[in-house]
């Protein structure tokens, strides 16, 4: 059973996610992201200029078969689609439920501060605990 977290009340998810990215690529984790094309197209560029100095080394699922299982950070759609090359940490971005997330080590859901955003948060959250899955929860504001 993988470890739950919710990391709540982001301000902006994307950006949250590149120093998110950042601290999981330097503590050697592999991890897979999921969200909507178009918010993972933003995250792809955003991961090449969110930072002068760093370089978080990522891929999108669906590239080269080699670059795919040498990136430390793969970006898909789907949390359970063919071709990706680990299951240790899963970020979900998205809106909606991952599909295949029982197979990671970890998953990790970042929700924003926008209402609609809160209230997939709410079901996802709650669909987990109907499953018996133990939630940690990270509020973001208590932090800033």
């Not at 995250?43 to 699922?61: E, Y």
């Not at 599909?99 to 709650?126: H, L, S």
Request: hydrophobic residues 45%; charged residues 25%.
């Amino acid at each position: 059973m993988p470890e739950l977290a919710f990391h709540f009340n982001a301000p902006d998810k994307l950006v949250y996610a590149c120093r998110l990215l950042r601290k999981a690529v330097a503590a050697g984790a592999r991890v897979v992201v999921t969200a909507e094309a178009e918010a993972l197209a933003r995250l792809d560029t955003l991961l090449w200029t969110f930072s002068q100095t760093d370089f978080i080394p990522h891929a999108r699922l669906g590239a080269a078969a080699e670059v795919v299982a040498a990136s430390p950070v793969v970006l898909a759609e789907a949390a359970d689609a063919p071709g990706l090359p680990h299951h240790e940490v899963l970020v979900n971005l998205g809106p909606s439920w991952p599909e295949g997330f029982e197979q990671y080590r970890r998953v990790i859901e970042v929700v924003g501060q926008d209402e609609t955003d809160r209230q997939q948060a709410r079901a996802r959250w709650k669909r987990y605990s109907a499953l018996g899955h133990a939630i940690e929860k990270h509020d973001l504001n208590l932090h800033a």
